[in-house]
């Protein structure tokens, strides 16, 4: 990765793009099917501490470990943000959801992205690791770094989908399990679709 990539910018009195994000917090899926304003919470985009921007431009540190994040973030740049999908990437995005609904708002920034979010009625207890609606399909998204639990956890989104496609009959509703690229070879007997950060990103960027 190019370390020298920042331009300078001037955000004023805020932190630029590529040190802070923000993502949605607390939202259920209703509020995401009906489009309402979500409270947000601010995340640190770079998960090495590994930014100096004392300087008024990005300084990137030793302890980098080239994941990628900040120059994707970074409006100021034009890269193709796929020559990121790899495992340094992965590894932020699976460990972290505050990272992850920050970096698939910005790869998806014509859909509606949120992590964690909560669901109505006989699933009080349940969250979505991830929801991505644009149009009106709308993905309840389990992120998961192994397959073992694939079925579990579709079946445990598929009940969810069961409820929330009779409430809201317009609405094409679709589970998806994302696991890391090296995981995608693994036999899963479920009819799931499984996909990496690559086919998310061809799949929701197609619709
Ligand atoms: S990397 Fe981009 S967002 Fe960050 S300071 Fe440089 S130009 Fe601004
Ligand atoms: S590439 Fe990743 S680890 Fe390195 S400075 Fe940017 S966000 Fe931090």
Known sequence: MDHNF????NPGSSLPFCAIGVSPSNAYIENIINNDTLSILENFVCHKTAQDLST?????L????DCGMCQIMCPHTNIDYTTFFNSKLEKVVFNDFGRASILFQ???????????VQVKGNFRT????LVIKKGTDIFLIKMLKTTDKVPFYMRSYDEVIGQYHTLYPDISFHSLCLVPNAKMNDTIRIGAEIVDLSTLNTLIGGL
């Open 56 to 60: 008024g431009k990005l300084f990137i």
């Open 6 to 9: 920042c331009v300078g910018c």
């Open 126 to 129: 349940k969250r979505i690791d």
């Open 106 to 116: 910005k790869i998806f920034s014509d859909a509606s992205v949120a992590t964690e």
């Open 62 to 65: 030793s302890k980098c470990d």
